[in-house]
């Protein structure tokens, strides 16, 4: 029997409130997700969509403030969901790649679930255009970084050319989708290291 690959976290600070569910192999364990923050719930709902991956979400925050603290504390909390429901790590693919394009742009985003966090962000945002509606461009690495410190894994993210900030970011949220779904997919029955751990 296999066991479930799912993970349940709560986290809550002075900043935010967050709850997070997530199940790396039915898509249909996804439910609402709901932030507080519009496009970053759009964000994530492609990650979940092109990732297959089931993902529920819901946060408050102190968006009077800004938005960084929400944005930030996700990722967190996404990381962390993403580091325990892979538990042992055993039969996994470990890599992932995926290049996607959206119109204009093209992103390209390199995942090793390695147990080591290590972000590479080449991305070229307009700075003429610093906003996508109310969603300010920088808070995307601030996500990625989180994701990528909480979550334990290697993550390169390119963009080689785009002009619009709101296709850069649709196209690095659905290649980080489709990344996953490849690393996580489990292919073998051993952990994939030459130490027998991840």
């Known amino acids: 029997m296999t066991t479930a690959r799912t993970a349940t976290i709560d ?9 997070l569910t997530l199940d790396l192999d039915r898509p249909e364990a996804g439910g609402a997700i709901g932030t507080g923050v519009g496009f970053l719930d759009h964000m994530l709902d492609h990650v979940a969509r092109h990732g297959r991956l ?10 009077h403030v800004d938005d960084h603290h929400t944005v930030e504390d996700v990722g ?5 969901a993403l580091e325990r429901a892979l538990g042992e790590k055993k039969g996994i693919e470990r890599y992932g790649f995926a290049s996607v394009p959206m119109d204009e ?3 390209r985003v390199s ?5 080591r966090p290590a972000l590479v962000f080449n991305v070229g945002f307009r700075p003429e255009a610093g906003k996508i509606g109310r969603f300010d461009v920088q808070l995307v690495e601030e ?6 410190n909480h979550g334990r894994f290697n993550c390169h993210v390119e963009v080689p050319h785009g002009a619009n900030n709101h296709h850069i970011a649709e196209a690095i949220f659905k290649a980080l989708g489709r990344a996953l779904r490849q690393a996580v997919a489990i292919t073998g029955e051993e ?7 991840l």
Do not use: Q
Not at 11 to 19: A, L, M, V, W
């Open 191 to 197: 952990v994939p290291s030459t130490k027998g751990v």
């Open 143 to 148: 996500f990625f970084r989180a994701l990528v």
């Open 111 to 115: 995942v090793d679930l390695s147990g």
């Open 76 to 80: 967190i909390v996404l990381g962390l």
């Open 105 to 107: 742009a093209l992103a």
């Open 11 to 19: 986290r809550h600070t002075r900043e935010t409130k967050i709850g």
């Open 54 to 63: 089931g993902l529920t979400v819901s946060a408050e925050g102190d968006l």
